[in-house]
Protein backbone atom coordinates (compact mmCIF):
# COMPACT_ATOMS: atom_id res chain seq x y z
CA UNK A 1 0.00 0.00 0.00
CA UNK A 2 1.69 2.82 -1.39
CA UNK A 3 -1.15 5.49 -1.90
CA UNK A 4 -0.94 7.44 0.96
CA UNK A 5 -4.91 8.91 0.67
CA UNK A 6 -5.12 5.44 1.24
CA UNK A 7 -3.27 4.57 4.00
CA UNK A 8 -4.87 7.96 6.04
CA UNK A 9 -8.44 6.55 5.45
CA UNK A 10 -7.64 3.60 6.92
CA UNK A 11 -6.39 4.74 10.34
CA UNK A 12 -9.13 7.08 10.29
CA UNK A 13 -11.20 3.86 10.07
CA UNK A 14 -9.78 2.05 13.11
CA UNK A 15 -9.00 4.99 15.48
CA UNK A 16 -11.93 4.20 17.67
CA UNK A 17 -10.27 0.74 18.37
CA UNK A 18 -6.72 2.23 17.61
CA UNK A 19 -5.44 2.25 21.68
CA UNK A 20 -7.18 -0.87 22.90
CA UNK A 21 -5.80 -3.00 20.02
CA UNK A 22 -1.66 -0.96 20.07
CA UNK A 23 -2.15 -2.41 23.84
CA UNK A 24 -3.17 -6.08 23.18
CA UNK A 25 -0.90 -7.15 20.15
CA UNK A 26 2.06 -5.56 22.13
CA UNK A 27 1.02 -6.72 25.47
CA UNK A 28 1.19 -3.40 27.20
CA UNK A 29 5.01 -2.64 25.96
CA UNK A 30 4.68 -0.10 23.55
CA UNK A 31 3.66 2.29 26.60
CA UNK A 32 7.30 0.90 28.17
CA UNK A 33 8.68 1.75 24.53
CA UNK A 34 7.06 5.53 24.69
CA UNK A 35 8.05 6.28 27.96
CA UNK A 36 11.44 5.45 27.49
CA UNK A 37 11.54 7.54 24.40
CA UNK A 38 10.14 10.23 26.57
CA UNK A 39 12.84 10.12 28.97
CA UNK A 40 15.42 10.29 26.83
CA UNK A 41 14.94 13.41 25.49
CA UNK A 42 13.73 14.84 28.67
CA UNK A 43 16.86 14.34 30.54
CA UNK A 44 18.54 16.69 27.78
CA UNK A 45 15.97 19.34 29.17
CA UNK A 46 16.42 19.54 32.85
CA UNK A 47 15.50 22.66 34.35
CA UNK A 48 15.33 24.01 30.66
CA UNK A 49 11.96 25.24 28.95
CA UNK A 50 11.33 22.59 25.84
CA UNK A 51 8.92 22.89 22.71
CA UNK A 52 7.41 19.74 21.31
CA UNK A 53 6.12 18.72 18.06
CA UNK A 54 4.68 15.11 18.02
CA UNK A 55 4.03 13.74 14.32
CA UNK A 56 1.59 11.48 13.17
CA UNK A 57 0.00 11.96 16.60
CA UNK A 58 -2.50 9.94 15.92
CA UNK A 59 -4.91 9.14 19.32
CA UNK A 60 -2.30 11.84 21.64
CA UNK A 61 -0.94 8.76 23.26
CA UNK A 62 2.71 10.20 23.11
CA UNK A 63 1.64 13.26 23.88
CA UNK A 64 -0.11 12.61 26.91
CA UNK A 65 3.47 11.08 27.89
CA UNK A 66 5.36 14.48 26.89
CA UNK A 67 2.76 16.50 29.13
CA UNK A 68 2.95 14.44 32.05
CA UNK A 69 6.47 13.43 32.41
CA UNK A 70 8.07 16.94 31.49
CA UNK A 71 7.21 17.37 35.30
CA UNK A 72 9.58 15.03 36.43
CA UNK A 73 12.20 16.49 34.69
CA UNK A 74 11.58 20.18 35.80
CA UNK A 75 11.35 21.08 32.06
CA UNK A 76 8.81 23.81 31.33
CA UNK A 77 6.87 22.66 28.03
CA UNK A 78 6.50 25.82 26.28
CA UNK A 79 4.15 23.96 23.43
CA UNK A 80 3.13 20.56 22.86
CA UNK A 81 1.65 20.49 19.25
CA UNK A 82 0.53 16.92 17.45
CA UNK A 83 0.40 17.23 13.70
CA UNK A 84 -1.69 14.34 11.61
CA UNK A 85 -3.07 13.98 8.71
CA UNK A 86 -5.66 11.71 9.89
CA UNK A 87 -9.64 13.64 10.59
CA UNK A 88 -10.37 9.96 12.40
CA UNK A 89 -7.46 10.32 14.64
CA UNK A 90 -7.53 13.60 15.38
CA UNK A 91 -11.16 13.38 16.67
CA UNK A 92 -10.15 10.59 19.14
CA UNK A 93 -7.03 12.79 20.12
CA UNK A 94 -9.28 15.86 20.52
CA UNK A 95 -11.63 13.87 22.71
CA UNK A 96 -8.98 12.77 25.20
CA UNK A 97 -7.18 16.01 25.36
CA UNK A 98 -9.24 18.50 24.34
CA UNK A 99 -6.63 21.47 25.69
CA UNK A 100 -4.03 20.38 23.34
CA UNK A 101 -2.98 22.01 20.28
CA UNK A 102 -3.39 20.19 16.72
CA UNK A 103 -2.61 20.48 13.46
CA UNK A 104 -3.91 18.20 10.75
CA UNK A 105 -0.73 17.59 8.29
CA UNK A 106 1.33 15.63 6.56
CA UNK A 107 4.68 14.53 8.14
CA UNK A 108 6.23 15.69 4.92
CA UNK A 109 4.26 19.35 5.59
CA UNK A 110 3.58 20.02 8.97
CA UNK A 111 2.76 23.79 8.65
CA UNK A 112 4.88 23.96 11.27
CA UNK A 113 7.40 27.51 11.59
CA UNK A 114 11.38 26.50 10.34
CA UNK A 115 13.40 26.24 13.64
CA UNK A 116 10.20 27.05 16.05
CA UNK A 117 10.91 23.64 18.15
CA UNK A 118 13.27 22.30 20.51
CA UNK A 119 11.82 18.52 19.85
CA UNK A 120 10.07 16.69 16.96
CA UNK A 121 9.03 12.70 18.00
CA UNK A 122 7.57 10.68 15.77
CA UNK A 123 5.97 6.97 16.95
CA UNK A 124 5.26 4.38 14.94
CA UNK A 125 4.60 6.47 12.26
CA UNK A 126 7.83 6.92 9.53
CA UNK A 127 7.14 3.55 8.17
CA UNK A 128 3.53 4.94 7.11
CA UNK A 129 5.26 7.97 5.27
CA UNK A 130 4.97 7.72 1.72
CA UNK A 131 8.09 10.64 1.46
CA UNK A 132 10.28 9.89 4.44
CA UNK A 133 13.03 11.27 3.06
CA UNK A 134 11.14 14.72 2.92
CA UNK A 135 9.67 14.07 6.18
CA UNK A 136 12.79 13.91 7.36
CA UNK A 137 13.79 17.06 5.60
CA UNK A 138 10.64 18.89 7.13
CA UNK A 139 11.80 17.89 10.55
CA UNK A 140 15.14 19.63 10.03
CA UNK A 141 13.41 22.16 9.05
CA UNK A 142 11.27 22.67 11.99
CA UNK A 143 13.65 21.58 14.82
CA UNK A 144 16.15 24.39 16.71
CA UNK A 145 19.95 23.84 15.66
CA UNK A 146 20.67 21.30 18.47
CA UNK A 147 17.26 20.30 19.11
CA UNK A 148 15.88 16.24 18.88
CA UNK A 149 14.52 14.14 16.55
CA UNK A 150 13.04 10.91 18.27
CA UNK A 151 11.51 8.24 16.29
CA UNK A 152 10.08 4.68 17.71
CA UNK A 153 9.60 2.40 15.01
CA UNK A 154 9.07 -1.32 14.26
CA UNK A 155 12.45 -2.32 12.31
CA UNK A 156 13.00 -5.33 10.62
CA UNK A 157 15.34 -7.49 12.79
CA UNK A 158 19.63 -8.08 11.66
CA UNK A 159 19.91 -11.43 12.73
CA UNK A 160 18.06 -14.97 11.32
CA UNK A 161 17.49 -17.88 13.91
CA UNK A 162 14.74 -18.85 16.16
CA UNK A 163 13.85 -16.00 17.71
CA UNK A 164 13.88 -13.86 14.43
CA UNK A 165 11.42 -17.07 13.32
CA UNK A 166 9.30 -16.72 16.17
CA UNK A 167 8.91 -12.69 16.39
CA UNK A 168 8.02 -12.77 12.23
CA UNK A 169 5.49 -15.62 12.63
CA UNK A 170 4.08 -13.15 15.70
CA UNK A 171 3.95 -10.00 13.76
CA UNK A 172 2.61 -11.93 10.19
CA UNK A 173 0.38 -14.58 11.40
CA UNK A 174 -0.52 -13.30 15.48
CA UNK A 175 -0.60 -9.60 15.25
CA UNK A 176 -3.46 -8.90 12.15
CA UNK A 177 -5.67 -11.26 13.70
CA UNK A 178 -5.83 -9.77 17.22
CA UNK A 179 -6.07 -6.52 15.28
CA UNK A 180 -8.60 -7.90 13.09
CA UNK A 181 -11.01 -9.07 15.85
CA UNK A 182 -10.85 -5.82 17.56
CA UNK A 183 -11.19 -3.49 14.88
CA UNK A 184 -13.20 -5.41 12.83
CA UNK A 185 -10.83 -4.35 9.92
CA UNK A 186 -9.43 -6.90 8.25
CA UNK A 187 -7.28 -4.33 5.38
CA UNK A 188 -5.81 -2.31 8.07
CA UNK A 189 -4.12 -5.57 10.13
CA UNK A 190 -2.72 -7.20 7.17
CA UNK A 191 -0.88 -4.02 6.05
CA UNK A 192 0.91 -3.92 9.64
CA UNK A 193 2.94 -6.78 8.97
CA UNK A 194 3.58 -5.92 5.16
CA UNK A 195 4.53 -1.83 6.49
CA UNK A 196 7.16 -3.60 9.02
CA UNK A 197 8.48 -6.07 5.65
CA UNK A 198 8.94 -2.95 3.56
CA UNK A 199 10.45 -0.17 6.28
CA UNK A 200 14.08 -0.36 6.94
CA UNK A 201 16.71 -2.02 8.79
CA UNK A 202 18.19 0.11 11.88
CA UNK A 203 21.36 0.65 9.81
CA UNK A 204 19.96 1.77 6.39
CA UNK A 205 17.53 3.99 8.89
CA UNK A 206 20.49 5.42 10.56
CA UNK A 207 21.85 6.58 7.35
CA UNK A 208 18.81 8.40 6.48
CA UNK A 209 18.97 10.60 9.30
CA UNK A 210 22.83 11.14 8.59
CA UNK A 211 21.78 12.73 5.29
CA UNK A 212 19.21 14.40 6.77
CA UNK A 213 21.49 16.35 9.05
CA UNK A 214 21.33 14.69 12.07
CA UNK A 215 23.83 12.77 14.09
CA UNK A 216 22.32 9.42 15.83
CA UNK A 217 23.05 9.38 19.17
CA UNK A 218 20.83 6.59 20.77
CA UNK A 219 19.71 3.20 18.46
CA UNK A 220 18.10 1.10 20.88
CA UNK A 221 16.09 -2.14 20.33
CA UNK A 222 13.62 -3.62 22.62
CA UNK A 223 12.14 -7.39 22.71
CA UNK A 224 13.84 -9.31 19.97
CA UNK A 225 14.01 -6.15 17.66
CA UNK A 226 10.46 -5.89 17.25
CA UNK A 227 10.83 -1.98 18.09
CA UNK A 228 13.24 0.30 17.65
CA UNK A 229 14.18 3.83 19.94
CA UNK A 230 15.76 6.69 17.50
CA UNK A 231 17.34 9.99 19.14
CA UNK A 232 19.13 11.78 16.70
CA UNK A 233 20.27 15.45 17.06
CA UNK A 234 20.10 18.45 14.73
CA UNK A 235 23.68 18.97 13.83
CA UNK A 236 23.11 20.98 10.43
CA UNK A 237 20.60 22.73 8.48
CA UNK A 238 19.69 21.13 4.77
Avoid at 99 to 106: D, G, S, T
Avoid at 117 to 143: H, Q, T
Avoid at 198 to 203: G, R
Amino acid sequence: MKNQNKIIEMFSAIAPTYDKANRVMSMGLDIQWRKDAVAAVLANFINRDVSVADIACGTGDMMGLWYERAKGYNANLTRLVGVDPSSGMLKVAKEKYPKFEFIQAHAADTKLEEKSVDVVSISYGIRNVVERVKALEEFNKILKTGGYLVVLEFTKPSKNGLVAKARDFYISKILPKIGEKISKNKEAYEYLPNSIEQFLDVETFKRELLNAGFSVEIAKSYTFEVSTLFLAKKVRDL
